[in-house]
């Protein structure tokens, strides 16, 4: 699971800012439901704030640590500092496997990798590998490492993975199994498929079928039954798509994707990562969850990883970020994150850090929001 992110000197965030899903024995029972770590996590803030780029930060880690060795030898490494700040961009993360706790520290300019180091904590916290520059040092049954040619733009667990040491083999996946929709560049189609390739991921696999076809219909959307229908194109390939059966006067109609809702179809191509997310317990990063869908269907959403899942049980995590003001209820100040700038620096705080009653665990933050008491409003 993961237990907390950070950044600092990248793109908006010139100091450091975090990102914590720990909870603590003051987090009420129903908002923990027995965990020690949340497994939602709400991003607000005004526009042009940074909330974003906060997302980016731990979508970056995630593909780098697990997929860099695979770039071209000679690309760039896709980050940004504050306003071309010639220091490094630095990032760490913290998270857990099984019993043990892992600390991942990155400092990374374009050009390549200045340090990489890996922390594991069961009893007492040890260093797994430290790397600087192109050279690494490890512990005893991690010395082969020492022998792998490390590519400045590769991370040392992206160039285990590909030399088959298993020993990383548990935390290359933990970053593997982050799925995001918000890349670098700032694209939000980074995690979804075509609709049609979702279709025809949902022919081949009819238990994802039936739990996409449960979903839409317990959303009250109109929809009574999921068809995958699939036709052959001009190259001779059979091309499938979605049929949305709806009920009209007792009659079932089908509805296809060229005139259903943008958010019905907004729907059926979440659902297909956060099927995948929830079944293998890992996490999912959403930029503008909310985005062509009704708010009433956001708590639908995170209902799906507001469990009571002990981390033994692989609970799945949502970061997200969100317009919706309600949804801060839902989630509460535990699980809400605040991003606002000034001077156009960006930072982050978590609303159970600020100080006094002001938001307490029987009161709406609605209210305190828009009166313009806690942040993450723009200022008009």
Known sequence: MLLEYGLRNFLSFQEGASVSFRLDANVPQRVSLGLSVATVM???????????HLLK????????????????PDAEIPVAA????????????EFLIEDATYRYELDVTPTGVTREALFKASKR?????ERTQDRVRAVARLKVLEGVKVRRNASVISAAYHHQIDELAAVHAFFKNIHFNVGSSGTRESLFMDIHKVAQVLHEHDDVREYVQQFLMDCDIGITRLQVASEEGS????????????????????????????????????????????ASGSVLILDELDLYLHPHLLPKLLGLFLTGKSPGDRAAQLLFSTHQGDIMDLCGRYRTTFVNKEHN???????????????????TLVT????RKIGGVPRL
């Open 82 to 93: 504050f306003f071309s700040n010639p220091e490094p961009c630095s990032f760490y993360v």
């Open 125 to 129: 916290k040890t260093l797994v590998f």
């Open 368 to 371: 305190p929001y828009n009166d």
């Open 42 to 52: 709400c991003v607000k803030g005004a526009n042009g704030s940074g909330k974003t």
């Open 345 to 363: 620096r960006s930072y982050a705080y978590r609303l159970d850090e600020i100080p006094g009653d002001l938001l307490r665990n029987d009161r």
């Open 57 to 72: 930060g731990l979508a970056f880690l995630a593909s780098f640590v697990s997929a860099s060795f695979s770039t071209d």
């Open 235 to 278: 190259d001779g390939k059979r091309r499938f798509f979605p049929v949305f059966m709806h009920d009209v006067d007792g009659q079932e109609c089908a509805v296809l994707p060229a005139t259903e809702s943008a958010g019905t179809k907004q729907i059926f191509r979440l659902m297909l990562p956060i099927a995948a997310v929830v």
